[in-house]
């Protein structure tokens, strides 16, 4: 249940119609708090004289403008939403639609103008809706008034807004913020007391996976209540991102339990959140595609932007600095010092793959590109403590290396990729 919970959760976070809704409701609450302070005998004397004092016509005809402008202007700003979506999907590629819709900023904006829409059309509902045809809710058309100010000067912040989401430095920050989450998610600077690394599961019932897809999170809690519950063992199989095929093994148990098989492992599977695409909150290798991609889209001849590719290496470079500073998780789950669940997480080699293989492929024949990861390597040295973490960035520093020998031509470049690289080496000989 927790987990489907959390499936809605990050829908509703990286839809357009979520928040919107939900300002469109609260424009309807807003309505009924006006509405009936307008009804009141109280409020209705001062409120008339203080606030709007015009008559059941002049009402209509405010109203009738309000609600079409709002309609409008609602309608430009979901058009300059999709063309946003368009170029970004063109220029940095179709994996950051989501983050593109993620944008706070740009649902706030919609939920704005909509719920005023609403507001105002359900006051323009109530004006004369009396047996006199005389009632004026003075209060509820005094706010409308007020709302549609307010909207039209969020207008120009979201043009403002909107120059500056398209600008790939923005767009790279806000990409590398989601891969700044998920290592301190995955990777925090303090891990918690391990529960009891004495954990194997052999020759266990396997669970197989409902559907296929990617492996979008997994109910750590769920799996461990399960586990302590029926006293068994848990191990995946199968981690964050990974794409399983319906009917493929995705874990095994094994050990006591007080109900059959069959039913304990459909319990087991349905912890398992498979998805048609990947998500960025728990999949490292997937976050830190994000970043590579908008280099790699750079490095193309149809952008040829390599100082984007730059900007790109020293951001991954910084991120995957943390990783390899902060002490490595333990792919044990449990309670009460015991260890229930295994579920690995990939390491900093295969993080380090996932940054800059791509990158490297696509950017061998760019001198700048080179000479920056190479330069980025070497930094990440003084951080970089367990020798497999060292050994992996001199494997990255000499491929990097050949990749430019083959693909460069001028022999002043080459000599300037090897001194880059003696460089970086010399800085990844010293002891850690």
């Given at each position: 249940?927790?987990?489907?919970?959390?499936?809605?959760?990050?829908?509703?976070?990286?839809?357009?119609?979520?928040?919107?809704?939900v300002?469109m409701?609260?424009?309807?609450?807003?309505?009924?708090?006006?509405l009936?302070?307008?009804?009141?005998d109280?409020?209705?004397?001062?409120?008339?004289?203080?606030?709007?004092?015009?008559?059941?016509?002049?009402?209509?005809?405010?109203?009738?403008?309000?609600?079409?402008?709002?309609?409008?202007?609602?309608?430009?700003?979901?058009?300059?939403?999709?063309?946003?979506?368009?170029?970004?999907?063109?220029?940095?590629?179709?994996?950051?639609?989501?983050?593109?819709?993620?944008?706070?900023?740009?649902?706030?904006?919609?939920?704005?103008?909509l719920?005023?829409?609403?507001?105002?059309?359900?006051?323009?509902?109530?004006?004369?809706?009396?047996?006199?045809?005389?009632?004026?809710?003075?209060?509820?058309?005094?706010?409308?008034?007020?709302?549609?100010?307010?909207?039209?000067?969020?207008?120009?912040?979201?043009?403002?807004?909107?120059?500056?989401?398209?600008?790939?430095?923005?767009?790279?920050?806000?990409?590398?913020?989601?891969?700044?989450?998920?290592?301190?998610?995955?990777?925090?600077?303090?891990?918690?007391?391990?529960?009891?690394?004495?954990?194997?599961?052999s020759?266990?019932?396997?669970?197989?996976?409902?559907?296929?897809?990617y492996?979008?999170?997994?109910?750590?809690?769920?799996?461990?209540?399960?586990?302590?519950?029926?006293?068994?063992?848990?191990?995946?199989v199968?981690?964050?991102?990974?794409?399983?095929?319906?009917?493929?093994?995705?874990?095994?148990?094994?050990?006591?339990?007080?109900?059959?098989?069959?039913?304990?492992?459909?319990?087991?599977?349905?912890e398992?959140?498979?998805?048609?695409?990947?998500?960025?909150?728990?999949?490292?290798?997937?976050?830190?595609?994000?970043?590579?991609?908008?280099?790699?889209?750079?490095?193309?001849?149809?952008?040829?932007?390599?100082?984007?590719?730059?900007?790109?290496?020293?951001?991954?470079?910084?991120?995957?600095?943390?990783?390899?500073?902060?002490?490595?998780?333990?792919?044990?789950?449990?309670?009460?010092?015991r260890?229930?669940?295994?579920?690995?997480?990939?390491?900093?080699?295969?993080?380090?793959?996932?940054?800059?293989?791509?990158?490297?492929?696509y950017?061998?024949?760019?001198?700048?590109?080179?000479?920056?990861?190479?330069?980025?390597?070497?930094?990440?040295?003084?951080?970089?403590?367990?020798?497999?973490?060292?050994?992996?960035?001199?494997?990255?520093?000499?491929?990097?290396?050949?990749?430019a020998?083959?693909?460069?031509?001028?022999?002043?470049?080459?000599?300037?990729?090897?001194?880059?690289?003696?460089?970086?080496?010399?800085?990844?000989?010293?002891?850690?």
């Amino acid at each position: 249940m927790r987990i489907r919970l959390a499936e809605f959760m990050e829908l509703a976070r990286s839809s357009f119609w979520f928040l919107p809704s939900v300002m469109m409701l609260v424009g309807v609450l807003l309505f009924s708090i006006t509405l009936g302070l307008d009804r009141s005998d109280v409020a209705a004397a001062w409120l008339t004289k203080m606030l709007y004092s015009g008559g059941v016509e002049n009402a209509v005809y405010l109203l009738q403008t309000l609600t079409g402008a709002m309609v409008a202007i609602a309608t430009v700003v979901f058009s300059t939403l999709m063309l946003v979506l368009t170029l970004a999907t063109s220029q940095f590629g179709h994996r950051l639609i989501r983050s593109f819709m993620r944008d706070r900023a740009n649902q706030t904006v919609l939920g704005i103008f909509l719920s005023t829409f609403v507001y105002c059309m359900l006051v323009f509902h109530m004006v004369g809706n009396d047996p006199a045809n005389q009632f004026v809710p003075a209060l509820s058309v005094t706010v409308g008034f007020a709302l549609s100010l307010f909207a039209s000067c969020t207008l120009i912040y979201f043009a403002h807004h909107m120059a500056q989401l398209i600008a790939a430095p923005q767009v790279l920050e806000a990409v590398a913020v989601e891969l700044d989450d998920v290592i301190d998610r995955l990777y925090p600077e303090r891990m918690p007391t391990p529960a009891d690394e004495r954990f194997t599961v052999s020759n266990g019932v396997w669970v197989h996976a409902p559907r296929a897809g990617y492996v979008q999170s997994v109910g750590l809690d769920g799996v461990v209540a399960i586990a302590r519950k029926y006293e068994i063992a848990i191990e995946s199989v199968v981690g964050y991102g990974d794409y399983v095929l319906a009917g493929a093994p995705i874990a095994r148990w094994q050990g006591s339990q007080s109900e059959s098989p069959e039913a304990l492992t459909q319990k087991i599977a349905g912890e398992y959140l498979i998805g048609d695409s990947r998500m960025s909150d728990r999949d490292l290798l997937f976050a830190i595609n994000q970043v590579a991609e908008i280099a790699v889209r750079a490095l193309s001849p149809a952008l040829n932007n390599p100082y984007t590719a730059v900007d790109c290496i020293n951001r991954l470079g910084a991120s995957l600095a943390e990783v390899a500073r902060r002490p490595v998780p333990s792919p044990l789950h449990g309670d009460d010092d015991r260890s229930r669940f295994l579920l690995r997480l990939p390491d900093f080699e295969a993080a380090l793959d996932a940054a800059f293989t791509p990158i490297r492929n696509y950017g061998r024949g760019s001198v700048l590109a080179s000479r920056q990861m190479l330069r980025i390597l070497a930094r990440m040295s003084a951080l970089a403590h367990r020798e497999p973490d060292r050994a992996a960035l001199r494997r990255h520093a000499q491929v990097v290396r050949d990749a430019a020998h083959s693909a460069l031509q001028e022999r002043h470049d080459i000599d300037d990729i090897e001194r880059e690289f003696e460089r970086a080496l010399e800085a990844l000989r010293q002891p850690a």
